[in-house]
């Protein structure tokens, strides 16, 4: 049977600004429309935030990362500024006895090798 033992904490932060471009702020809402902006710069900046957390559990030389848990907020000195967190652990497999109690899955779980 094999199991996971825990490795490390692993954390990758990023913290972006969204300039508001031409007529339109990520503050006004716009009639029925994506601020696209906006939108892509949270996706790019969960991404980054990601592999942060990943290139960590590599460099600790774990082969997956559980309990994954995210955060986004904006940062109180500029509205146009906001924070992306992952935290989780990384783990990595091991052998165990066959009597050892299962576990239930915990949040998250990211693979290593995926890349």
Known sequence: MIGFRPVSLVIGNCVYHVAAQ???????????????????????????AMDRMQAEAINDGATGIIGVKFTEQARHWDKQVFEFLAAGTSVTQVDTPATAPAMAPVGITISLDDR
């Open 22 to 48: 031409g007529n339109y702020s990520y503050q006004k809402p716009t009639r029925n429309g994506e601020l696209e902006q906006y939108t892509q710069a949270i996706y790019h900046a969960r991404e980054l």
